[in-house]
């Protein structure tokens, strides 16, 4: 069975501070992975998709990047957090384009 | 604009009855529709989905109904429980596209 593991699963950060957020997938060779956010009381948004070890593409554009460094994980970064960054950061994977999305547990980001 | 409208922010049904969420998209080119179900601080949950060459799917008491040529498709929740007490999103994804777009959600709260 897969799982889908996201780390921390809560943070509180300082704006202009750096963010590391991670997520790893066990399970599932070569999924496509996801990186989703939701502001407080917002629409949940795709940031990034990726279907391949070292590829992202950027979905919205939120002053964040992403990488995928190995077949089953996937980073969420910037070094300089912004108040707008608070809210709740979901990874999920697929197993193909266009195919149903399983999410992980998810991080909640409080920038203060 | 939103791509994807779940125009009702909240429902209320009796415990027994039938909840019905509602869910209107623009484009055309969307060809897998899904709905999620969410717990607050949790993740969404895949529920139930259905790709375009199909116009019903049901799933125990679970029924997505899909009206391309209304570009709506609804979720039937029979014999309504406490404990489908949550919110709903709609979700549609785009022919060869990774990129899946998220209506804001229904929160849907059955009575006992």
């Known amino acids: 069975a897969q799982t889908i593991h996201q780390w921390p699963v809560a943070e509180i950060k300082a704006v202009g501070s750096p963010l590391s957020l991670g997520c790893t997938i066990k399970?599932?060779?070569?999924?496509?992975l996801y990186w989703y956010w939701q502001a407080t009381g917002g629409t949940l948004q795709q940031l990034f998709y990726?279907?391949?070890?070292?590829?992202v593409e950027s979905v919205v554009q939120l002053n964040l990047s992403a990488s995928r460094p190995k077949d089953d994980q996937f980073i969420l970064s910037t070094e300089k957090l912004l108040l707008s960054h608070s809210g709740f950061y979901l990874c999920?994977?697929?197993?193909?384009?266009?195919?149903?999305?399983?999410f992980g547990p998810g991080t909640r980001l409080l920038v203060l | 604009g939103q791509q994807v409208k779940q125009s009702s922010p909240s429902l209320t049904v009796q415990e027994g009855g039938i909840s019905i969420l509602n869910c209107d998209y623009e484009?055309?080119?969307?060809?897998?529709f899904a709905w999620y179900k969410k717990y607050p601080d949790n993740s969404p949950t895949l529920l139930i989905s259905?790709?375009?060459?199909?116009d019903k799917r049901e799933d125990g008491r679970l029924t997505v109904f899909l009206n391309k040529s209304g570009k709506h498709f609804s979720l039937h929740i029979t014999a309504s429980q406490p404990e489908d007490t949550a919110v709903y999103l709609c979700?549609?994804?785009?022919?060869?596209?990774?990129?899946?777009?998220f209506g804001a959600g229904t929160k849907l709260t059955i009575k006992p």
């Open positions: 990726s279907i391949t070890v070292g590829q």
């Open positions: 484009n055309d080119m969307f060809d897998y």
């Open positions: 999920a994977w697929s197993l193909a384009r266009g195919d149903t999305q399983y």
């Open positions: 979700a549609a994804v785009g022919y060869g596209n990774e990129k899946i777009t």
């Open positions: 399970g599932k060779s070569s999924p496509n």
């Open positions: 259905v790709r375009s060459n199909v």
